[in-house]
């Protein structure tokens, strides 16, 4: 199966191979920014499953892991498109949100929650509470 993610202006494109090897959400302060949102949602594939077409610049920074991670980003529109760091050199990272497909696979985890904006649908929920919306189905 192929899959195409692409910037808001659609210049800069990501064409991946197959399956996603993670896919997951995450809430830290770093993604909040990156994104303009409160929730990042992020795919990571082997670089081999990978192929960029278009231009793109790098936003590099050190992630809390002490790696470099280096964002790809379009010079156009702005969009984020896909990440790829020293500490995985192996792979790389694909904004969910960019494929804009509604059957691409949910996330089977989740990280950073303590940023959670209180109130909105991606805090995670107790399994005990009553009169609330289902607990998310993350593991
Ligand atoms: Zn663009
Ligand atoms: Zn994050």
Same mark, same amino acid.
């Given at each position: ?34 994104? +303009? ?40 529109? +702005? ?5 790829? +760091? ?10 969910? +949100? ?42």
């Amino acid at each position: 199966m192929e899959r195409t993610a692409t910037c808001h202006c659609g210049q800069l494109r990501v064409i991946a191979t197959g399956e996603p090897e993670r896919v997951y959400v995450c809430h830290c302060k770093a993604c909040q920014h990156r994104t +303009g949102s409160i929730i990042h949602n992020g795919s990571s594939w082997r670089k081999s499953q990978v192929r960029v077409e278009g231009e793109d610049k790098i936003y590099a920074r050190m992630a809390d892991s002490g790696f470099e991670i280096r964002f790809h980003f379009c010079p156009h529109c +702005g969009t984020s498109v896909f990440w790829e +760091g020293d500490k995985n050199p192996a792979t790389c990272g694909v904004a969910v +949100g960019c494929f804009a497909d509604p059957d691409f696979p949910p996330p089977d985890s989740s990280a950073g929650r303590r940023r959670c904006i209180s109130g909105s649908d991606c805090r995670p929920r107790s399994r005990t509470s009553r009169n609330r919306a289902p607990e998310v189905a993350f593991r």
